[in-house]
């Protein structure tokens, strides 16, 4: 399926401002050349322009938007065109203060910045609503227009006195009572009782700090707030041509709004990945990015677009490194490889001034092509036009799904136990997730609602699964039972959706798929740690240790030390036609690897290469074509499972390859 039907094709380009230019005519003619010399197909355009296009309330300045439009479109240049909420211009701060964002410690900000405003002020609301509706009577129906880009990366919360009766119409909504807020939140504790509805605020450092239930309601409360305000942008831009998609560009482990529902109010996902390459490990780098593209399809399962990256270097690390030769085509496919069908870049031009002024950008402040950023730009862009054959292709139904759940992730973090504030949900989830990328499998994610149907799926993982709710407990448990295979680990099942333990044996309504029950969560301090042993090895285990019980399940692994030296650690239960394991305590990825290579095998999952890959080389297939591409410093070799065509370089490979560091392949059976 094209993401943007009216331009059905990989798109290149980025955020352009030349609403930062306007004095200067001459920068804007070359822009349109140089864009044409880079392969750019596709702008942003406007993303900050709110001063620049309403100068003053109510007056409109769109001739040079006309201009810049008009003139891509004659270029060949589509363009991707943004609401300009991100950032509101002085007058309306100074005229209307209760746009302004208060923050957690209640005190009202200043103008200035971006992505600070309060996304309930009905004023704020109305100034956006009026601005995006101009937008679209004037450039809906343009040909050049392709895409709404609504905003940019929403983020982030208001405790504004308007957000406060927000929370508690909300709060209204889901528990229907003060007395059913109170039993929720377990307001008994400390005193906590609430006697009217008034006296409920915004959880806040210097107020109501300490109770998990309340915060993970109050990230609830502030996504829908989220997606009720990009559903009203969605509106605006919509009444005039429906037709036209609209995205959001995400961003990379966002903790504050549960993305699966974010989703829901977009046509199309979007986002926007800088990698920290050369900070140590490239690969571990490569995987974390490669599990948030694989997380951005899965939020709607569809393709996804690559919003910004870095052509060569971000400015707002303590160190920022340039990308090395190389790393700009390497880094621009493995979006690719996991759905993406665009490379898109922060920025295009560097401004003169700003905070960003030294941003890697396309062109730099020399104004020419003439750099080895530009050509390596290009060399995507030619790259593109290569791999045309697989736009809108989709990579194979995946076998494996992992749960990644937004609201486990806000509970594991808000709950005061084990390793507190340590838990590290995201980082176990990659952990995980990277024993199959590694192994050239690939992988879709879920959340607790969003896994309706697992009956795709052979194997499903879910690590830390510490809230249950959505009904995912009999969702698990139907799906073992129907012939799948489960891996669970410690943590699991302790609280409910309400934020409440539950009471009774645990994983919550699992135990007996799962034949196991918990019995204590032991937490290790930094450099103490314990053993698993399992037949003949040995794996270290660290940080986490739960004991548990084994009822009905196969002990396959017990701990080695300690207190509970000699009890298992990991298990499988046979549970009608599939089974479950439960491996009770984090353990050294190499374990990792072991246990899912050896399910991978057992299993006949798909993998992208037959083959054993070398350390660092990864491969991913996309439209029956496999990316094959090299994140080690070093090359290593590959055996291909038959005569290939790679799609970059046209060459025709076969046997044993050699991948040198940096170098991808994207190879079609020949
Ligand atoms: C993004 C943002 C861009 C730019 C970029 C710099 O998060 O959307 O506007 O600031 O970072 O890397």
Known sequence: ????????????????????????????????????????????????????????????????????IDRLWAAGIRVDL??????????????????????????????GGRHNHCLTSPVYREKVRAIDTALAERYASHPAVILWHLSNEYSGDCRCPLCQEKFREYLRRRYGSLEAL??????????????????????????????????????????????????????????????????????????????????????????????????????????????????????????????????????????????????HLLSSMLPLAHGADSVMYFQWRKGRGGSEMFHGA???????????????????????????????????????????????????????????GDMR??????????????????????DCRACTDLSPYSLVIAPMLFMTHGGIEEKLNSFVRGGGTLVMTYCAGMIGEDGLAWQGRTPHGLTETL???????????????????????????????????????????????DYYAGQPCLTVNACGAGKAYYLAAEPEEAFLHRFYGELIREMGIPKAIGSQLPDGVVAQERGGAVFLMNFAPSSGDVLLDHPCRDLLTDRTL?????????????????
């Open 182 to 327: 109170n039993e929720h939140w377990w307001t008994g504790f400390w005193s906590m009782k609430y006697t009217d509805w008034s006296q409920v605020e915004s959880p806040s450092p210097i107020g109501q700090d300490a109770n998990p239930a309340m915060w993970v309601d109050w990230r609830r409360f502030s996504t829908q707030q989220c997606k009720d305000f990009i559903l009203m942008e969605k509106a605006a831009v919509h009444s005039v041509n429906p037709e036209l998609p609209v995205t959001a560009n995400l961003m990379q482990r966002f903790w504050d709004y549960d993305y699966f529902d974010l989703a829901e109010a977009i046509d199309v996902v979007s986002w926007d990945s800088y990698p920290l390459w050369g900070s140590g490990n490239d690969l571990v780098q490569a995987s974390e990015h490669a599990m948030t593209h694989d997380l951005m399809r899965s939020l709607k399962g569809q393709n996804f677009l690559l919003m910004e990256s870095t052509p060569s270097q971000v400015n707002w690390h303590a160190v920022n490194r340039m990308k090395k030769p190389g790393m």
């Open 82 to 111: 943004a609401t300009p909420s991100g950032a509101r211009p002085a007058w309306i701060a100074q005229k209307y203060p209760e746009v302004l964002r208060v923050d957690e410690y209640f005190r009202r900000h200043h103008f």
């Open 654 to 670: 076969s046997g044993k390859i050699t991948m040198n560091p940096l170098e991808v392949l994207v190879l079609e059976k020949v």
């Open 515 to 561: 034949g196991i029950h918990a019995l204590e969560l032991d937490a290790l301090f930094d450099g103490d740690a314990n053993t698993l042993i399992r037949e003949r090895d040995q794996w270290r285990l660290t940080r986490l240790c739960e004991v548990i019980e084994a009822d009905t399940a196969q002990v396959l692994g017990r701990y080695g030390s």
């Open 362 to 420: 396309v062109v730099g402040h020399d104004g020419t092509a003439d750099t080895r950023t530009f050509r390596e730009v290009r060399s995507v862009g030619e790259a593109l036009e290569k791999l045309a054959p697989l736009y809108a292709t989709e990579k194979k139904q995946a076998r494996v799904c992992i749960l990644y759940d937004w609201q486990n992730l806000w509970a594991l973090d808000y709950a005061q136990f084990a390793r507190k």
């Open 1 to 68: 399926m094209a993401l943007t039907p009216r331009f059905p094709a990989f798109l290149h380009g980025g955020d352009y401002n030349p609403d930062q230019w306007l004095k200067y005519p001459e920068v804007l003619e070359e822009d349109i050349r140089l864009m044409q010399a880079a392969k750019v197909n596709c702008v942003s355009v406007g993303i900050f322009a709110w001063a620049a296009l309403e100068p003053v309330e109510g007056e409109y300045d769109f001739a040079w938007l006309d201009r810049v």
């Open 425 to 446: 949900y995201t980082e176990t989830v990659n952990a995980h997730y990277r024993a199959f990328w590694q192994a050239g499998v690939s992988v879709d994610f879920r």
